[in-house]
């Protein structure tokens, strides 16, 4: 959608290509997503972010309307169809709910709490969306077994580093958990 300065947190007036942009971040082999296929794959983890709610879907400005862009809503779908775990993060979770009807997730509380939980209005578009929202705290991970879903809130909450870092580690070690394999 737009490139952001974090640092004024303004748009930069810049453009960059998600694709190019992931394989700097990741420093490694890097494939379109119109490439992924479910059968090469034990899970797949959305991490969220701003980029999910601009680039994956146009949630940041359509909210419960949103569209999800056809490769993510084909993933996602693929994965859900194989039983094989999707793991959601920080905004994430909407994905799901607007491609999984009924699924259930969580992006933290419902209730802003004093800008404790800043983007707590996302979990009325879930619902919205005919998603379930779980409220949840941030060192954690929900787990919808019927789905095989799990989400944790992650950076919905204003809170110390450590404790999103705990609730990263409680999904992704939950995905790993349903793939049957071995986690750390």
Request: with cysteine; proline share 4%; aromatic share 4%.
């Amino acid at each position: 959608m737009h490139v952001v300065d974090h640092v004024k947190g303004e748009p930069a007036g810049e453009k960059r290509n998600v694709l190019v942009e992931s394989a700097r971040i990741a420093r490694g082999k890097i494939l379109d997503l119109a490439r992924l296929t479910v059968q090469e794959h034990d899970a797949i983890i959305f991490p969220g972010g701003f980029g999910a709610a601009k680039n994956l879907s146009n949630f940041a400005v359509e909210g419960k309307d949103c569209q999800v862009i056809p490769d993510i809503e084909r993933v996602i779908t693929e994965f859900h169809k194989a039983r094989k775990p999707i793991g959601l993060c920080c905004i994430a979770p909407v994905l799901a709910a607007k491609v999984l009807p009924g699924v259930e997730v969580t992006v933290g509380h419902e209730d802003e709490e004093d800008g404790k939980w800043p983007y707590a209005g996302t979990a009325a578009a879930i619902i919205a969306m005919g998603g379930k929202h779980a409220v949840g705290e941030v060192d954690c991970a929900h787990v919808d077994s019927e789905n095989n879903v799990v989400s944790t809130p992650a950076f919905m909450c204003e809170t110390e580093l450590h404790h999103i870092f705990d609730g990263i580690g409680a999904m992704v070690q939950q995905v790993l958990k349903l793939t049957g394999k071995r986690s750390c």
